[in-house]
């Protein structure tokens, strides 16, 4: 009996270990699979972590280059308004763009075609508007200066703050008197 019961104890005791190591063995491969998930779920959170930097610096860069169109385009909104862009597009589209800035082509000497224009600064408050360049400078011709000669163009040729300069070719002196220049 003593033989049976080691016999049945031995036979218990080996069940039992191969149960241990069956069971040491399962975790083992439970364990290695755990470990392979979170090594796989480490490599994602990295890979994530880096999109994420990535787009984090795309995004400040793009931050960066909308200020800095910001910047320009309120450079050129100033550039405009200080005659540099604007003065172009008013000039073409008053057709003055190619025009030369002298009276005209009769007079014998360069001289005396800048004698016959006149440049006037006026406030733009002063100026108006309503009327056209031609009708204003008329009146201030005829009315406000008393002088007595033709005006064959009139152009705004620049602006600056609150003054526009204005360039009036003049013709022939119309009736007597002495030649006057008007400028304000």
Same mark, same amino acid.
């Given at each position: 009996?003593?033989?049976?019961?080691?016999?049945?104890?031995?036979?218990? !005791? &080996?069940?039992? !270990?191969?149960?241990?190591? =069956?069971?040491?063995?399962?975790? =083992?491969?439970?364990?290695?699979?755990?470990?392979?998930?979170?090594?796989? @779920? !480490?490599?994602?959170?990295?890979?994530?972590?880096?999109?994420?930097?990535?787009?984090?610096?795309?995004?400040?860069?793009?931050?960066?280059?909308?200020?800095?169109?910001?910047? @320009?385009?309120?450079?050129?909104?100033? @550039?405009?308004?200080?005659?540099?862009?604007? =003065?172009?597009?008013?000039?073409?589209?008053?057709?003055?763009?190619?025009?030369?800035?002298?009276?005209?082509?009769?007079?014998?000497?360069?001289?005396?075609?800048?004698?016959?224009?006149?440049?006037? &600064?006026?406030?733009?408050?002063?100026?108006?508007?309503?009327?056209?360049?031609?009708?204003?400078?008329?009146?201030?011709?005829?009315?406000?200066?008393?002088?007595?000669?033709?005006?064959?163009?009139?152009?705004?040729?620049?602006?600056?703050?609150?003054?526009?300069?204005?360039?009036? =070719?003049?013709?022939?002196?119309?009736?007597?008197?002495?030649?006057?220049?008007?400028?304000?």
């Amino acid at each position: 009996m003593e033989c049976e019961g080691r016999a049945i104890a031995e036979a218990v !005791e &080996r069940l039992v !270990e191969e149960k241990l190591r =069956k069971m040491a063995k399962e975790k =083992k491969e439970v364990d290695k699979r755990k470990k392979e998930r979170l090594e796989k @779920l !480490e490599e994602k959170i990295k890979k994530m972590s880096k999109e994420k930097k990535k787009a984090d610096e795309k995004e400040e860069r793009m931050e960066e280059l909308e200020e800095k169109v910001r910047r @320009l385009e309120r450079k050129v909104e100033r @550039l405009e308004l200080n005659g540099g862009t604007r =003065k172009r597009e008013d000039d073409e589209e008053s057709g003055t763009e190619n025009k030369e800035w002298w009276a005209g082509t009769g007079e014998r000497s360069e001289d005396e075609q800048r004698k016959r224009n006149v440049i006037l &600064r006026v406030e733009e408050e002063k100026w108006g508007g309503k009327e056209s360049n031609w009708e204003k400078v008329k009146e201030l011709f005829v009315e406000g200066l008393k002088v007595r000669v033709t005006v064959r163009e009139v152009f705004v040729v620049g602006q600056r703050g609150i003054w526009l300069t204005i360039l009036v =070719k003049l013709g022939e002196m119309a009736g007597v008197g002495g030649k006057k220049k008007g400028r304000e």
